[in-house]
């Protein structure tokens, strides 16, 4: 199985920005979906964004406009720019690839991100 290393988390203010990395231990190009997911105390864990089966990134509607999701192939890496964070941001931030017909689906171990008011 692919290993993911979540890195970036951290406190933050309302208002403020943070990058969040995750490194692949492989080509992440052997993946249909890269993706960000979070998931806050007592919540169950949510797509923030992805790359799914295209070069185009996929957000949910509450970080639309906000987060911006990247990559960068040469160095195995995905990237979640978040900006504008808000409290309701706070929350374990997870890397996840998926390939189906791989049979794999990984998960990183997460970074927390905390956003404060």
């Known amino acids: 199985q692919v290993q993911l290393v979540e890195s970036g988390g951290g406190l933050v203010q309302a208002g403020g920005s943070l990058r969040l990395s995750c490194v692949a231990s492989?080509?992440?190009?052997?993946?249909?979906?890269m993706g960000w997911y979070r998931q806050a105390p007592g919540k169950q864990r949510e797509l923030v964004a992805g790359?799914?089966?295209?070069?185009?990134?996929n957000y949910a509607d509450s970080v639309k406009g906000r987060f911006t999701i990247s990559r960068d192939n040469a160095k195995n890496t995905v990237y979640l720019q978040m900006n504008s964070l808000k409290p309701e941001d706070t929350a374990v931030y997870y890397c996840?690839?998926?390939?189906?017909?791989?049979?794999?689906?990984?998960w990183g171990k997460g970074t927390l991100v905390t956003v404060s008011s």
């Open positions: 996840n690839a998926k390939n189906s017909l791989l049979h794999v689906d990984s």
């Open positions: 790359f799914f089966s295209g070069s185009t990134g």
């Open positions: 492989e080509s992440i190009l052997r993946f249909a979906t």
